[in-house]
């Protein structure tokens, strides 16, 4: 049975669970502390859906499908821009994980993403 993300999320801090590759790789070259939790939810994601174990394959875009997929969960727009602040933090104090075509969210960012998607 495939689980669905919010099951996933669940195994994120236990041994072998979905994300646990991505987060141990972030955990291990940390530097400074915040934006855990949002950035485990986003490696569950990548894992969950796309199999990405590594921080140097995500793509702005897969953190908009993230907050796609919350908004779609009844998550407010307050929410969902903590999560973009959350990312950009992480990507502030860890830039050397992402790759170096990686695009940093913003909120317009994700509103037009969002659009580009309804049309």
Known sequence: ???????????????????????NEFYDNIVSGGSERQFARLA???????????IKQIKTEHIYELLELFRG????????????????????WHRHLFSEDFVIPSNTGFEKWAEKRKV
Do not use: P
Not at 14 to 21: A, H, L, S
Not at 44 to 54: A, L, N, R, T
Not at 74 to 87: E, V
């Open 1 to 23: 049975m495939k689980k669905d993300y919010f099951d996933a999320l669940e195994e994120v801090y236990t041994e072998g669970g979905i994300g646990n590759t991505v987060m």
């Open 44 to 54: 569950v994601y990548m894992e969950w859906k796309y199999g990405i174990k590594s």
């Open 73 to 92: 969960e009844g998550y407010k727009d307050a929410t969902l821009k903590s999560y973009i602040s959350a990312f950009r933090r992480a990507y502030k």
